[in-house]
């Protein structure tokens, strides 16, 4: 009764170590928790502060500052209104000095409002490379999910292949003894039983590695054990394929973020040229003081206009220019390597979703044709008309064919996803507004 009490509560703690997660909650799950998608998000905040800062330019500067200075007995002549009978100098010891001073600029060769562009642009930029990496989180989600379903699958069937073989082995042992059947014949099924363990050892390896990179990923325990219902996966409807790159050239969002780049790139050469120009300002005071027996002043205010014109920078301002049109080009051919590169990914998932398609046609009637062989050798074997090797070659067949059954069709969903993934749409099937 002990026993099995400890037994029972060994295997409910297994169970607990199960977990299921539907496709859908484990990318909602990654783009909370995923180091990339902070990162990515913490990139999109610097740039919101930056573009801030940016705007704060337009905004004047006001300083105030204030002194006390403790002044020695310092020897003083005065040169003005100096007679004989002048009284002696009174003692100044102390100067206590306070300014407020603001300024507020009017025109700085556009660099402010340039600025401000450039910013919002980079921060514009800055959140589509976030989408971005989301997109290529999910993505990366879909394909430890696809394999790890793969991995489970494969495991499954070599696990009954594993029992149907040993039974053979059973038979064959009785009918070895009774000597109906040569050794040899037992050797061979008990070959083929080894041969499946092998397979299945290293199907549960991978299964393992697979499952471990998925928790990491979505930050759970290691030790969790993720079980893939095939209604998590694979029951659903691919609509709305893709059949050539438009989608991609609009929904794309690193092709968004370098266009968005170059609009900043355009705008700093701008900035750049707001060197050529002077700066205009309002600037504005208020200063008291007093210098301990000889002056106060009160209400000391001013205002006007400040210029400031760099005539040196004039001429080594060009060197700017060209830099920031520099950058400009180089963005430039950066979109167009980035949008040629779109069209080759997205020719080559079209072609590996069609291929998916035709292959997962394929395996399902060849799981018929091998199930059907399967039966018919068997049927000739139990009537000596066929050997064990015929026999355990078909039982293979059978077990390859339904492995590559369930493999083609996580094959088809995975490259439908991967499609979606680069025409920039994989993101919207998720419902991203979910986060």
């Known amino acids: 009764m002990l026993f099995g009490i400890f037994f029972i509560g060994i295997s409910s703690i297994e169970a607990q170590e199960k977990t299921s997660l539907t496709l859908d909650e484990a990318i909602h799950l990654a783009w909370a928790k995923s180091n990339e998608v902070n ?19 337009r905004y004047p500067d006001l300083k105030v500052s204030g002194q006390y200075q403790r002044l020695a007995k ?15 100098l009174p003692v100044v010891d102390q100067l206590m000095l306070g300014q407020v001073n603001a300024s507020l600029p009017l025109f700085a060769g556009f660099k402010i409002q340039n600025s401000i562009k450039a910013h919002d642009n980079m921060y514009q930029a800055e959140t589509a490379s976030a989408m971005q ?57 008990q070959l083929q039983v080894s041969k499946v363990q092998l397979s ?10 697979v499952n471990f990179e998925l928790a990491s990923l979505l930050k759970m325990n290691p030790k969790t054990k993720l079980e893939i219902r095939e209604s998590d996966f694979a ?76 005539l040196g920078g004039i001429l080594k301002n060009g060197t700017n220019v060209k830099i920031a049109e520099s950058k400009a080009l180089e963005i430039q ?47 000739k074997y139990d009537n000596g008309l066929s050997d064990t090797n015929d026999l355990l070659e078909a039982d293979v067949e059978q077990l390859g064919s339904n492995i590559n059954k369930t493999l083609a069709k996580a094959n088809v969903i995975q490259k439908y996803y991967e499609l979606l993934s680069v025409t920039g749409q994989l993101n919207q099937t998720f419902n991203l507004s979910k986060i």
Do not use: C
Request: proline content about 2%.
């Open 39 to 57: 990162l990515a998000n913490s990139k999109v905040a610097t740039k919101k502060y930056e573009l801030q800062s940016a705007k704060n330019n």
């Open 74 to 88: 310092a020897s003083i002549d005065l040169k003005l209104n100096k007679s004989s009978d002048s009284k002696p």
């Open 133 to 189: 990496t989301k997109e290529e989180v999910a993505m990366q989600v879909v394909n430890y999910y696809a394999d790890l379903y793969k991995a489970q699958k494969t495991v499954e069937l070599l696990k009954e292949n594993q029992k149907s073989a040993q039974q053979r082995v059973d038979d064959f042992l009785e009918l070895e003894k009774n000597g109906i059947i040569p050794r040899n014949d037992l050797l061979k099924s």
């Open 200 to 209: 299945l050892d290293r199907a549960i390896s991978e299964l393992n590695i």
């Open 235 to 310: 029951n659903f409807q691919m609509n709305n394929v893709p059949t050539n790159e438009e989608p991609a050239l609009t929904n794309r969002k690193d092709l968004e973020a370098i266009r968005l780049q170059e609009k900043a790139s355009l705008a700093n050469i701008q900035i750049a040229k707001s060197g050529y120009y002077p700066t205009i300002s309002i600037i504005a005071g208020y200063t008291a003081l007093d210098l301990k027996n000889v002056i106060t002043v009160q209400n000391a205010m001013n205002i006007g206009v400040g210029v400031s014109y760099d």
């Open 333 to 379: 051919s950066s979109e167009a390597m980035l949008t040629d590169y779109i069209k080759i990914q997205v020719q080559k998932a079209i072609e590996d979703y069609d291929l998916a398609l035709k292959q997962d046609l394929v395996y399902n009637q060849a799981v018929e044709q091998a199930s059907e062989n399967y039966r018919i050798i068997r049927d």
